[in-house]
């Protein structure tokens, strides 16, 4: 019988410690990110950093300017 009390001292000591740990309040929701309206594109030419709609695409890759499609020796693939 004394070791069925300290069995059962042990798993409520066991179950308070577990309670004691589980976090209190849910978990912080990731920080909302959509508030970006477009995704961010980098100058194949200069490396500037500008939203994707804002872009002139080459057959190389995105410029921020027709002026730096230019200068890199690309030119619009459509
Ligand atoms: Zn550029």
Redesign the pocket.
Known sequence: MKYLLILLLVLVVIWAVKRGRAPKSPPTPSKPEASTPSEMVT?A??G?HLPQDEAVSGQKGL???TD?RAAAHDRNPV
């Open positions: 100058c030419q200069c500037l410029y921020c300017s730096h």
